[in-house]
């Protein structure tokens, strides 16, 4: 990465993923299970990150993992993963999934999760990442959080958490 790169925005690497609940991935309730959400959630937060930092990119931690509301075997699931904070060498990825009904489009927010990734360079190694630039009020406020939750990790980190 070169030094002094410029300020990449929000909506530069923002990622949508779309995918059908088909029957193999739910559970004896007919609803798709947890994990294969936290996989999917997984894959467009590392492509967000990759589309922000332009290099490799590995999950280093997944927090705050929230499930609001199942999603059914034939509606749709629709992820959006976004860019919330930089530091130097990591980035917490935000990620929101809802789901759709094919027959009637009504849409409903099912789960969110907030992802840190690191940037490595050719050798497998943390490598320096351009910052990210909030636009909107909304962007500039989920900046603020996410700075704030990068210290709670930290911080529990330190004390073995």
């Known amino acids: 990465m070169n030094k002094g790169e410029k ?8 990622a949508e993923m779309l995918e059908l609940v088909l029957p193999h991935q739910a559970n004896i309730f007919g609803n ?13 937060a590392a492509m967000a990150a990759y589309r922000h930092c332009r290099c490799p990119v590995v999950t280093a931690e997944v927090d705050r993992v929230v499930f ?11 992820l959006r993963a976004s860019v919330n904070y930089t530091h130097r060498t990591s980035m917490e990825i935000g ?24 940037a490595l360079d050719e050798d497998g190694k943390p ?29 529990k980190r330190k004390r073995g958490l």
């Open 32 to 44: 798709i299970l947890g994990g294969q959400v936290m996989h999917y959630m997984d894959m467009c």
């Open 95 to 118: 990620v929101r999934v809802e789901s759709e009904d094919p027959k009637t489009g009504i849409k409903k927010h099912t789960s969110t999760a907030y992802l840190t990734f690191v």
């Open 68 to 78: 609001c509301n199942p999603i059914k075997v034939g509606q749709m699931m629709i």
């Open 7 to 14: 300020p990449r925005l929000v909506k530069r690497s923002q």
């Open 127 to 155: 490598t320096k990442i351009p910052p990210v630039l909030p636009e909107t009020d909304k962007e500039e406020e989920r900046f603020k959080q996410a700075k704030i939750r990068r210290f709670e990790r930290i911080e």
